[in-house]
C-alpha cells in the first residue's frame, strides 16, 4: 500500500521563506523542491481547483473567489458547496476507485458536500436577528461537537478580518491531528492560511509577515509530529504555495470608471447608496487583481435580462475602452482573449480586467464616503461585490473599517509572469517532481501517480 500522503496547501509561501524556516526544512529533507507557478488567476478558490482536478478554470468553472450567478443577479464570494467545481477532484476519483483509499479533506474551500471520507470547513449558523453562531460542517456531522469539546469553538474571527491570525491555523492544524488518530485518512489536504494575513496588511517582506513566517514554522512542526504520531507510519509530505503576495502602492476603482461612465447605476436609500444591478449596464466583481466585468443588455432604466442572451457587442466594446490605457490596469480581455488564460467559461465576465503587479481592484462604487452603504465599514462578505482586504484594519475609535483601500500593502491574483510572482512546491521524496519547476495542475497527476491511478 502506497504511503499515506498529506498535502499542505499554504498560501504565500515563497521559496525566500523556506529558507528560514528550519521545522519545513526537516519535514521535506531528503526530498524535491520546484518553483510553482500558480494559473492565473492566482487565487485562494482557483488555484486550489487546479491543484485538486488536474485542470483550469475553463474547465473547472472556478474562475475567481466568487461566482455572479446570471439567472439571479446575485453576487456570492466564498462559495461554499462543492457543487460548483466542474472536475472531478483527487479526493473523488480516490472514492470511485475501490482499492478502499480514503480522504480528509480540511478547509479547502468549496469542500461543503464533497466525496471526502472526511471533511471540517467553516459553516457559520445565520441567525434570524443577523447574528452568527460559530459552527463548522463536518464528515461525519457529530465530529465537529467532539472538536468543540476539546478545542473549543473554530475561532471564525481570526479566520478573516482585523483579528485574522495565527489561532485560527492553529485550531486546524490540532483538528487535523484528532481527526488523523482517529481515521489514518490515506490523503490529507489541509489548508493553512497564517501567511496571507499580514503580508496583505503590511506588505510580503514587512516584520509582521516575517513574524507569521516564523510562527507557521512552528505550527507545522507540532502539526508534522501529532500526524507521524497518529499514523505510526512513515507519511509523504507534499507541500504547495498557493500562490505569491506582492507589494502593491496603487488601487483601481473599476465600478467608479462604470459609474463616471454612465454604465453603473445606484439606488439610495437610508443607509447609503447600494449597487442596482437590474438598471446597470455593467458591473464589475472584483478579485485581488482583477474582475470580472458583466455587461448587460438594455439601456438605462431597463431592466437588462442577463441570463437570456448575448451581451451587446458595442456595449462590450465600450467598456473595454474604457478600461484601456488605465492606471494599474495591464490587461483587457474580451470574448476569445479570455482564453489566453482558459477562462472562456459562461461564468467568465464579459470583460476581465487585469492589474499589474503593483496594483489592486477595489469594488467601491460610491464617489464620496459620504454615500457609501452602511456594510461597507462592517466586516461583510455577503453583501460586497467582490473581496474586500481593507477589512483587515480596523479602526478602534470609529469601531468600524475605514474607507482607504490605499492602506492595502500586499496583493495577488495577477498572472505569474515574474520570479516574484512564483511560489515553491515542496516533497518529502525526491522522484515525485516533474522538474525544477511546475504548474499547479501538476498537483494533481503527482498525487494520482503516487496512489498508481495515473
Not at 478547509?107 to 471520507?117: S, V
Request: with cysteine.
Amino acid at each position: 500500500m502506497p504511503k499515506p500522503v498529506i498535502i499542505l496547501s499554504i498560501p504565500a509561501l515563497r521559496e525566500k521563506d523556506v529558507a528560514v524556516m528550519p521545522r519545513l526544512r526537516n519535514l521535506t529533507a531528503g526530498g524535491g523542491i520546484a518553483e510553482l507557478t500558480p494559473s492565473f488567476p492566482c487565487v485562494t478558490c482557483s488555484v486550489q481547483a487546479n491543484m485538486t482536478t488536474g485542470r483550469r478554470p475553463a474547465e473547472h468553472g472556478i474562475l475567481g473567489n466568487g461566482i455572479y450567478w446570471r439567472d439571479r443577479r446575485q453576487v456570492e464570494m466564498w462559495t461554499a458547496p462543492n457543487d460548483c467545481v466542474g472536475q472531478p477532484q483527487i479526493w473523488d476519483l480516490l472514492s470511485h476507485h475501490g482499492r478502499g483509499l480514503t480522504s480528509a479533506v480540511w478547509f479547502p474551500l468549496h469542500a461543503k458536500g464533497c466525496e471526502a471520507d472526511y471533511i471540517c470547513t467553516p459553516a457559520p449558523i445565520h441567525n434570524p436577528d443577523g447574528s452568527e453562531s460559530l459552527w463548522c460542517y463536518t464528515r461525519p456531522t457529530e465530529f465537529y461537537g467532539l472538536l468543540r469539546d476539546r478545542l473549543g469553538h473554530f475561532p471564525l474571527m481570526n479566520y478573516w478580518g482585523p483579528m485574522a491570525g495565527l489561532p485560527a491555523s492553529a485550531w486546524i492544524a490540532d483538528s487535523a491531528i484528532i481527526a488523523a488518530e482517529q481515521w489514518q485518512p490515506d490523503f490529507f489536504y489541509i489548508y493553512l492560511p497564517q501567511l496571507d494575513y499580514a503580508a496583505q496588511r503590511t506588505g510580503p517582506d514587512s516584520v509582521a509577515a516575517d513574524k507569521a513566517v516564523a510562527d507557521l514554522d512552528d505550527l507545522i512542526g507540532r502539526l508534522s509530529q501529532g500526524l507521524s504520531e497518529a499514523y505510526g507510519e512513515e507519511l509523504l509530505w507534499l507541500v504547495a504555495g498557493e500562490y505569491a503576495i506582492t507589494p502593491v502602492d496603487h488601487v483601481a476603482y473599476p465600478n467608479r470608471i462604470l459609474r463616471e461612465a454612465g454604465l453603473l447605476a445606484v439606488r439610495n436609500s437610508d443607509d447609503g447608496e447600494h449597487l442596482d444591478l437590474d438598471r446597470s449596464q455593467a458591473f464589475a466583481m472584483v478579485d485581488h487583481q482583477f474582475s470580472h466585468v458583466f455587461v448587460g443588455h438594455a439601456a438605462v432604466g431597463q431592466v437588462a435580462d442577463l441570463s437570456a442572451q448575448e451581451p451587446d457587442p458595442q456595449l462590450v466594446a465600450r467598456v473595454a475602452d474604457l478600461f484601456r490605457g488605465q492606471p494599474g490596469i495591464a490587461e483587457v480581455l474580451v470574448g476569445a482573449e479570455r482564453g489566453r488564460y482558459a477562462l472562456e467559461h459562461p461564468r467568465a465576465g464579459d470583460v476581465i480586467l487585469v492589474s499589474t503587479p503593483q496594483s489592486w481592484q477595489a469594488y467601491y462604487w460610491w464617489l464620496s464616503d459620504d454615500h457609501a452603504p452602511a456594510f461597507a465599514r462592517t466586516v461583510d462578505i455577503h453583501r460586497k461585490p467582490g473581496y474586500d482586504p481593507v477589512e483587515l484594519f480596523f479602526d478602534p475609535v470609529s469601531k468600524s473599517i475605514p474607507l482607504n483601500a490605499a492602506l492595502v500593502k500586499g496583493s495577488h491574483g495577477a498572472p505569474a509572469e515574474g520570479g516574484f510572482q512564483r511560489t515553491v512546491f515542496l516533497a518529502s521524496e525526491p522522484t515525485l517532481l516533474p522538474g525544477p519547476a511546475m504548474a499547479d495542475t501538476d498537483v494533481f497527476n503527482i498525487v494520482l501517480r503516487h496512489f498508481g491511478l495515473q
